[in-house]
């Protein structure tokens, strides 16, 4: 098998995912996934659909991260991953489906409106 090239997206971050036959190794940016996401929820975040496939220590996966916050460039490396599994075997695309993996989350802001301070908010009305 050779290199598995994917993309994944949320908000405005964008991850380009390589994955190849490993131990197991993510790196993210050039470093460890502890060291890129120090909290353990965002490095389960990432490793979730390796998990629900049991292959965490078949394949190591390389990951470009750009733009976006921690929580959103999480989410992209995850979306990024699921994309690369499916390309590598079909038979997990039934399990990272149903786990809602594979479904792009395309909520993103709303662009703010000249003559208001907010996307939505207007200021306080004066009636005098």
């Not at 993309?7 to 197991?24: D, H, I």
């Not at 050039?30 to 490793?47: C, M, R, S, T």
């Not at 965490?56 to 470009?64: H, L, R």
């Not at 921690?70 to 979306?79: S, V, Y």
């Amino acid at each position: 098998m050779e290199v598995v090239n994917t993309v994944g997206r949320r908000k405005a971050a964008v991850a380009r995912v390589y994955v190849k036959p490993g131990k197991g190794q993510i790196t993210i940016n050039h470093k460890e996934l502890a060291a890129y996401f120090p909290l353990e929820i965002l490095q389960y975040q990432v490793k979730q659909p390796l998990l629900a496939t049991n292959t965490t220590e078949n394949y190591d996966v390389v990951i470009n991260l750009d733009g976006g916050g921690i929580k959103g460039q999480a989410e992209a490396a995850r979306l990024g991953i699921a994309r690369a599994l499916c390309e590598i075997d079909g038979e997990f695309r039934p399990v990272l489906k149903k786990s809602g993996f594979l479904t792009r989350d395309s909520r993103e802001v709303e662009r703010k409106k000249p003559g208001q301070p907010g996307a939505r908010r207007k200021f306080q009305f004066s009636k005098r």
